[in-house]
């Protein structure tokens, strides 16, 4: 008599397909730049903690998780930012002097070499913070950029408003949405120092000129209490009408920097 065997159940599972970020902008159609932030040489916590920081300020183009080796060297990573789209590295390295930042456009520059004066990090900032400022979808965007002070017609400051002009992706004011923007990178130039100010702040829209308890309704999106008024109207014109501006919150991280 013949045996039957019982077959193994071979259970289905479905591949995991991660999506990829698209390279061109749908609306501009321009090329979206992507960044590298890694360090050189051995560098101390609080520089580790600050690197990881500017990966979180170039969020969503750029590579959070990089993994660094003692054998890597920089040609190693221009052989992968060319087929990753990668157009930009900020390098952190230490001095017995000072540490240093470069911002470099790859892969035949140029370069930019800044001494990095004093800098805040961003758990600092969030712990010095009654209430800090870290939603969900925060990185979901890029930020947008604010240049001040560059206006002065040197050769170096141009080239520093191009290069940081082009390390984040351009918007089109007529297409963008107000909800996505929610941080801002603030780059202020003081003549008289000759030192930059680089700082990250988170924002949001909030509406001004309204009462606290007409704030929270729009904030909260909550159906008001219309028990003790006649008509809808009432509501309407009791307070005056919405206008909405960005409020900027406190920065998440400050950082002083000097060209070199």
Do not use: W
Request: charged fraction near 25%.
């Amino acid at each position: 008599m013949a045996r039957f065997r019982n077959k193994k159940r071979k259970d289905f599972v479905k591949p995991v397909v991660k999506k990829q970020q698209p390279s061109v902008d749908h609306i501009t159609g321009d090329k979206i730049p992507k960044s590298f932030v890694f360090s050189r040489g051995k560098m101390p916590g609080s520089l580790r903690q600050l690197q990881m920081d500017l990966r979180k300020l170039m969020l969503p183009y750029t590579a959070l998780k990089l993994k660094e080796k003692k054998r890597n060297n920089l040609k190693d990573y221009l052989n992968v930012a060319g087929p990753m789209g990668v157009t930009h590295f900020l390098i952190l390295s230490k001095t017995e002097t000072a540490p240093y930042l470069r911002v470099a456009r790859t892969p035949q520059g140029p370069t930019l070499t800044f001494k990095v004066h004093e800098y805040s990090l961003a758990v600092d900032i969030a712990q010095s913070q009654l209430r800090p400022r870290c939603p969900q979808d925060l990185f979901k965007n890029a930020p947008l950029i604010v240049l001040s002070g560059f206006g002065t017609g040197e050769q170096h400051l141009k080239l520093t408003t191009i290069m940081f002009q082009n390390i984040f992706p351009a918007i089109d004011i007529n297409t963008v949405k107000l909800s996505s923007c929610q941080r801002i990178v603030l780059l202020n130039y003081n003549k008289e120092t000759k030192l930059i100010d680089f700082r990250h702040y988170s924002i949001r829209l909030q509406p001004v000129g309204v009462s606290r308890r007409i704030r929270k309704f729009v904030q909260n999106h909550q159906v008001p209490d219309l028990r003790r008024l006649q008509d809808v109207s009432d509501f309407v014109t009791k307070y005056v009408s919405l206008s909405l501006s960005l409020s900027l919150s406190h920065p998440h991280t400050h950082t002083r920097i000097q060209h070199t």
